[in-house]
Protein backbone atom coordinates (compact mmCIF):
# COMPACT_ATOMS: atom_id res chain seq x y z
CA UNK A 1 0.00 0.00 0.00
CA UNK A 2 0.89 3.70 -0.90
CA UNK A 3 2.23 5.80 2.19
CA UNK A 4 0.05 9.08 2.02
CA UNK A 5 1.60 11.87 2.77
CA UNK A 6 0.48 15.76 3.23
CA UNK A 7 2.22 18.23 0.48
CA UNK A 8 1.53 21.92 0.78
CA UNK A 9 1.01 24.40 -2.08
CA UNK A 10 4.63 25.09 -2.39
CA UNK A 11 4.89 21.34 -3.73
CA UNK A 12 1.85 21.01 -5.82
CA UNK A 13 2.69 24.41 -7.87
CA UNK A 14 5.69 22.78 -8.85
CA UNK A 15 3.65 19.97 -10.10
CA UNK A 16 2.16 22.67 -12.23
CA UNK A 17 4.63 25.13 -13.60
CA UNK A 18 8.33 24.90 -14.03
CA UNK A 19 10.21 26.22 -11.23
CA UNK A 20 13.03 25.38 -8.98
CA UNK A 21 12.99 21.35 -8.08
CA UNK A 22 9.85 21.36 -10.16
CA UNK A 23 11.45 17.73 -11.26
CA UNK A 24 12.02 16.72 -7.20
CA UNK A 25 8.06 17.38 -6.67
CA UNK A 26 7.13 15.83 -9.65
CA UNK A 27 8.96 12.59 -8.89
CA UNK A 28 6.73 12.46 -5.66
CA UNK A 29 3.99 11.52 -7.41
CA UNK A 30 5.15 8.14 -8.44
CA UNK A 31 6.28 7.01 -4.55
CA UNK A 32 3.22 8.55 -2.39
CA UNK A 33 -0.52 9.13 -2.57
CA UNK A 34 -1.09 12.82 -0.96
CA UNK A 35 -3.69 14.49 1.52
CA UNK A 36 -4.18 18.15 1.38
CA UNK A 37 -6.46 20.80 3.63
CA UNK A 38 -9.05 22.45 1.39
CA UNK A 39 -7.65 25.50 1.59
CA UNK A 40 -4.27 23.96 -1.13
CA UNK A 41 -6.74 25.26 -4.01
CA UNK A 42 -6.67 28.90 -3.13
CA UNK A 43 -3.09 28.89 -1.97
CA UNK A 44 -2.00 27.44 -5.61
CA UNK A 45 -4.06 29.66 -7.22
CA UNK A 46 -3.08 32.49 -5.31
CA UNK A 47 0.36 31.01 -6.32
CA UNK A 48 -0.41 31.42 -9.79
CA UNK A 49 -1.86 34.68 -9.88
CA UNK A 50 1.46 36.24 -7.90
CA UNK A 51 3.51 34.20 -10.83
CA UNK A 52 1.34 35.92 -13.77
CA UNK A 53 1.55 39.18 -11.99
CA UNK A 54 5.40 39.11 -11.93
CA UNK A 55 5.25 37.91 -15.97
CA UNK A 56 6.61 34.46 -14.61
CA UNK A 57 3.42 33.06 -16.47
CA UNK A 58 0.50 34.05 -19.14
CA UNK A 59 -3.03 33.66 -18.07
CA UNK A 60 -3.32 31.24 -20.51
CA UNK A 61 -0.58 29.02 -18.72
CA UNK A 62 -2.63 30.39 -15.42
CA UNK A 63 -5.11 29.00 -16.55
CA UNK A 64 -4.62 25.56 -17.73
CA UNK A 65 -2.51 25.40 -14.51
CA UNK A 66 -5.29 26.06 -12.45
CA UNK A 67 -7.39 23.58 -14.53
CA UNK A 68 -4.88 20.63 -14.17
CA UNK A 69 -5.51 20.54 -10.36
CA UNK A 70 -8.80 19.16 -10.71
CA UNK A 71 -6.95 16.28 -12.32
CA UNK A 72 -4.87 15.54 -9.57
CA UNK A 73 -5.09 12.78 -7.51
CA UNK A 74 -5.82 14.44 -3.83
CA UNK A 75 -7.50 13.06 -0.53
CA UNK A 76 -9.03 16.78 0.10
CA UNK A 77 -9.84 17.36 4.17
CA UNK A 78 -12.01 19.74 5.25
CA UNK A 79 -9.73 22.87 6.92
CA UNK A 80 -12.67 23.21 9.56
CA UNK A 81 -11.96 20.43 12.20
CA UNK A 82 -8.16 21.44 11.82
CA UNK A 83 -9.00 25.28 13.14
CA UNK A 84 -8.66 25.21 16.42
CA UNK A 85 -5.77 23.03 16.15
CA UNK A 86 -4.26 25.38 13.56
CA UNK A 87 -4.70 28.36 15.03
CA UNK A 88 -3.14 27.28 18.27
CA UNK A 89 -0.35 25.99 16.42
CA UNK A 90 -0.04 29.41 14.97
CA UNK A 91 0.12 31.31 18.06
CA UNK A 92 2.89 28.40 19.08
CA UNK A 93 5.10 29.13 16.32
CA UNK A 94 4.26 32.83 15.99
CA UNK A 95 3.50 31.31 11.61
CA UNK A 96 0.73 32.39 9.45
CA UNK A 97 -2.18 29.71 10.56
CA UNK A 98 -2.77 28.33 6.81
CA UNK A 99 0.58 26.70 7.22
CA UNK A 100 -0.39 25.36 10.53
CA UNK A 101 -3.18 23.69 9.23
CA UNK A 102 -0.86 21.58 6.52
CA UNK A 103 0.93 20.48 9.70
CA UNK A 104 -1.98 19.59 11.77
CA UNK A 105 -3.22 17.54 8.82
CA UNK A 106 -0.36 15.36 8.72
CA UNK A 107 -0.52 14.90 12.73
CA UNK A 108 -3.99 13.80 12.97
CA UNK A 109 -3.13 11.37 9.32
CA UNK A 110 0.33 10.29 11.55
CA UNK A 111 2.17 11.27 8.64
CA UNK A 112 4.70 13.77 7.44
CA UNK A 113 4.12 17.21 5.59
CA UNK A 114 6.08 17.81 2.64
CA UNK A 115 6.66 21.61 1.89
CA UNK A 116 9.36 24.05 -0.26
CA UNK A 117 8.51 26.76 1.98
CA UNK A 118 12.06 27.47 3.55
CA UNK A 119 10.55 30.39 5.77
CA UNK A 120 8.48 27.70 7.45
CA UNK A 121 11.32 24.83 7.78
CA UNK A 122 13.62 27.39 9.63
CA UNK A 123 10.25 28.63 11.99
CA UNK A 124 10.33 24.86 13.22
CA UNK A 125 13.93 24.41 13.45
CA UNK A 126 13.74 27.01 15.76
CA UNK A 127 10.74 26.09 17.57
CA UNK A 128 10.91 25.52 21.25
CA UNK A 129 8.04 22.95 19.94
CA UNK A 130 9.89 19.94 19.30
CA UNK A 131 7.28 17.42 19.14
CA UNK A 132 6.21 19.40 15.29
CA UNK A 133 9.83 19.69 14.20
CA UNK A 134 9.86 16.15 12.61
CA UNK A 135 6.16 16.66 10.75
CA UNK A 136 7.46 18.56 7.76
CA UNK A 137 9.52 17.50 5.60
CA UNK A 138 12.28 19.64 3.20
CA UNK A 139 11.02 18.81 -0.18
CA UNK A 140 14.72 18.20 -1.07
CA UNK A 141 15.28 15.54 1.47
CA UNK A 142 12.45 12.98 0.73
Not at 21 to 28: C, G, R, T
Not at 45 to 56: C, F, Q, V, Y
Amino acid sequence: MTQTIVVDASVVAKWLVPEEHSLKAVALRSSYSFAVPDILFAEVANILWKKMRRGELTEADGDDAVGALSFAKLQVERTEPLGPAALRLSRLLDHPTYDCFYLCLAARLDTIMVTADERLLRKLRSSSQAEWRDVAVDLQAV
